[in-house]
Nanobody, 125 residues
Framework: QVQLVESGGGLVQAGGSLRLSCAAS????????MGWFRQVPGKERDFVAA????????YYADSVKGRGTISRDNAKNTVYLQIDSLKPEDTAIYYC??????????????????WGQGTQVTVSS
């Protein structure tokens, strides 16, 4: 079993930056991809960014492209998401997720096997 714990959320003014962390624990951790999603109440969980656990491939949603940076520290089993130039529409609960097997469609939440509990990000205007 894999446990994912997010941290780093909070209240930020528009234009500011935030760095979220997701620490993994449990069995030997070797995912294929780690992803970040976000969800606003009453809406679907949307893809934000993803990173291959090996190699250098990263993927971003258009909504954060140019503002977001996903990175990882394999030694710490931790993945990070930094978003700069935050906008009120970035307000959401942010979830990290692990996909354990090579797959297509990594922007789809259904492709991920494990999820964290989420961390709230609120951007004030």
């Amino acid at each position: 079993q894999v446990q994912l714990v997010e941290s780093g959320g909070g209240l930020v003014q528009a234009g500011g930056s935030l760095r979220l962390s997701c620490a993994a624990s449990g069995r030997t951790f070797s995912p294929y991809v780690m992803g970040w999603f976000r969800q606003v109440p009453g809406k679907e969980r949307d893809f934000v960014a993803a990173i291959r656990w090996s190699g250098t491939s990263t993927y971003y949603a258009d909504s954060v492209k140019g503002r977001g940076t996903i990175s990882r520290d394999n030694a710490k089993n931790t993945v990070y998401l930094q978003i700069d130039s935050l906008k009120p529409e970035d307000t959401a609960i942010y979830y990290c997720a692990a996909n354990m097997d090579p797959t297509w469609g990594i922007i789809l939440s259904s492709k991920y096997n494990y999820w964290g509990q989420g961390t709230q990000v609120t951007v004030s205007s």
